[in-house]
């Protein structure tokens, strides 16, 4: 059996194990008796001798005494619990701590209180942890509130518990209406049971869950929203509820609801276009897919499939891609390309070949794309197939060559009879003829043999100038030399017509830099124009002027004119005007256009301008003038031309016979064969000066006799060409075989003589 001590050590202990403080008031005598950890707590020491009831209060802090007193009176009045939470500050530190008191009032035989006993505990740590949940709890609704989305919480039943400001602005709810299961009414009626539905399957598995439904604004006006929430979990992991966002997402839902209408329409597009089109997913290209245009260009059945040829095994390439016949590296393709350089590619030719050996040409143009920072992130490319453009652009290159070809043959064979013809009338017109209807008969052929030159000239003109083959080798030129030499040409037609030519020089001294042979062409075609298309014995006039840095030749007639609406169309080939008795001399229908390519080429123009039928016409040749570098004197030639030995080689003998007399009246001693192999074996026996050398001999060819004439004799020869072919690369060709000079049969005497003084 415990005695009394033993029961007061015991409760001591169990007090002291529990933590709790004890304390007995004498409320007559204020005197206190308490343990050591009430002691502690007020921060006393242990053996404070005499404590009392005030050696508490004075420590109760300002803020709770009223509190404290209250408290005290009430359940001493109503003899209930006297309970209270307080804060003191320590007596040795000042340290404000939180105290939890609990206790009796004990009354005396006239119920009067007597003593207050009870107990006491440190309750700072609880209050702390309160006020920061407190604190973080604030800060939770401060921050849920002014989110610009909504936010909920509910409990693991599923019933709401908390929504923000945002909420109720949005939807026009209170808490009233909108905490528990409210918050559904909200909800568009036509997406109500599957919002509820989904909520309550996600809450049954406690996962997370994301919905999109129409949410009612507080104008009665419903917007898309999605709703996104996750679960609350304790530290051990026991299910707490969700807390969830709801964002209204209604301008992306409309943004996307374009989006996806224009990539419909972009689709729809795609699959209409002809041009195949292909984009590259990655900056190196490796990933491309296509349109179905280009889907069957390459021969894949599924648009989506990757086809870029750097994205697939060697040995399964659905293609191998080649330009002008090379295999191409990865890197040049031209979509590869665009994203390397970070340039757009254009119209890049390429040939594809499939496996089976067939191959299709397409035309490549890439771009770049980039991304937000202006990073490349891949291409677009289109892809046109010009395999048959190639088709028909080859049988037309194949059909200019054969018909520049059969130009060349027409000039060759037009030229080698007017050669002779040329040659007689020159050895008529140097004999000494007294009878008057000789001399008009070789006036006569020798204005036909050039007239008929300077339409194959035309011709072969019109073929060099469509495929760019017009080189101009310029000079500074004075236009008043031109026109002289122009009137000198064109004088027998303009004598044989009758015509009555004035030359206007208005501005002498006009330089332009240019071809001299070119420019003369051009107006030698004008005024040739200009007498054929005038009645005999009119009036042609040519002038010259200045305006500003542009000098002009002017050739006007007062011939047949030129029809409105023939006007716009007088410098496209073959375009003449309509025939008539007098117009017997007419030409082709080239030379106009031939002047307009020429001016152009020069940085000029050529205009016509007409009142009409019968009221003339009046061509005008504009170029930019130049200024001529000061004169360079040079030293008078003396003496005449020396006399030469001369081996003429033709295979058509009159050619070859009549040229030989030529040259005989000159002084010259002139000799004759007909064949390659002869001239190789005269040329040392004759000891010649010059050769002139046909180029189309029987057997061997001119170019091998003028080799084989190198070759064998070593003593100086000059090797002049002698042809009816005109061609750039037949001069070239003859060139490169050691000729020094090169004439276009009917031969221009005027040329000989240079080319023999040289």
Known sequence: MRTPANLAESLDLALEVADLGSWDVDLATGVAVWNRRHASMQGYPPDLAAPTLQHWQRLVHADDQALVASAYERACRERSLFAIEHRLRRADTGEVRWLALRGRFLYDADGRAARLMGVSFDITDRKRADERVRESEMRFRHMANHAPVAIWITEPDGSCTFLNDRWYEWTGQTPATGLGTGWLDAVHPEDRAGAAAEFMAATAQQRPFQLEYRLRRHDGAYRWAIDAAAPRRSADGEFLGFIGSVLDITDRKAVEEELRRRQGELQTMLDLLPVGVGIAHDPAAREITVSPALARLLRVEDPAQNVSKTGQARDRLLYRCLRDGVEVADEDLPMQRACLLATDVRDDELDLVFPDGTRITLMISASP??????????????????????????????????????????AHELRNPLAPIRNAAELLARLPLGNEAARTATSMIERQVTHLTRLVDDLLDVSRITRGRIELHREFIDLSDVIADAVETVQPLLQARGHRLEVVLSHPGLVVWGDRARLLQCVVNLLTNAAKYTEDGGRIQVRAASSGDSASIEVADSGMGIEPDLLPHVFELFVQGERGLARSQGGLGIGLSVVRSLAELHGGSVTARSDGAGRGATFTLQLPRAVRPPAQHRLPLSGSAPRRRILVVDDNADAANSLALVLQLDGHEARTVYSGREAVELVDAFAADVVLLDIGLPEIDGYEVARRIRSRVTRPVRLVAVSGYGRDDDRVRADQAGFDAYLVKPLAFENLERVLDG
């Open 369 to 410: 794309l980039f991304d937000e920072v202006g990073k490349v992130r891949g291409a677009i490319a289109t892809h046109v197939d010009i395999t048959s453009l190639k088709q028909i652009q080859r049988a037309l290159e194949h059909a200019d060559r054969q018909k520049d070809e059969f130009l060349a043959m027409l």
